[in-house]
């Protein structure tokens, strides 16, 4: 079901937008890197960046970001944790940005309805740097990276149901500067 609201959403939200002022950055790690476990470490390849599907559309253009590479990755509830789907998109945005350096983005980080206005902010705020850090750990130059929290402000779709409200649990990656028309 999560991998239905996931691909849901994608075509859902295709043409959502918003625009904001980056908040102060959270001194808490990624919950990827808070792990018990011992650490092992991995070799992560990034792949070229995805050929356009679209003949129409524009390579480096905000469409082309949207339709070929993914612009969300959706959490569980009360989560920040990045799954093995949100980490292949996240590595398309990768290889994407890098092919692409001229670009700075805004990742935002999103909640659903419930809980309080202050614990949504804070929950969205780790969703949106665990973005960040992901990207970064993929070779992303953090300069290039703002995020933003919007907790349950600005959803993406109405409703009061689970569907909704896992649509709404997300990290929105947006292009801010440096896309082609």
């Not at 939200?13 to 002022?21: D, E, K, V």
């Not at 614990?119 to 970064?136: F, I």
Request: proline share 7%; glycine share 6%.
């Amino acid at each position: 079901m999560h991998t239905f609201l996931k691909v849901t959403a994608a075509a859902a939200l295709l043409t959502a937008g918003a625009c904001a002022s980056p908040p102060a950055p959270v001194e808490e790690p990624p919950p990827f890197l808070e792990k018990a476990e011992p650490v092992v470490e991995e070799i992560v390849e990034v792949v070229e960046t995805p050929q356009v599907i679209e003949p129409s559309i524009t390579p480096g253009s905000l469409e082309d970001f949207r339709v070929n590479v993914g612009e969300r990755v959706y959490f569980d509830l009360d989560q920040y944790r990045l799954d093995t789907e949100d980490q292949d998109i996240l590595k398309r945005q990768a290889a994407w940005l890098a092919s692409y350096p001229d670009i700075r983005i805004l990742v935002a980080g999103n909640a659903d309805e419930r809980g309080t206005r202050e614990y949504n902010l804070a929950l969205g705020e780790r969703r949106a740097n665990a973005v960040k850090e992901y990207l970064v750990s993929l070779g992303v130059s953090a300069s290039r990276v703002d995020t933003v929290s919007y907790g349950k402000e600005r959803p993406v779709v109405a409703g009061s149901d689970d569907q909704s409200w896992a649509l709404n649990r997300n990290g929105w990656t947006q292009i801010v500067s440096g896309a082609t028309s």
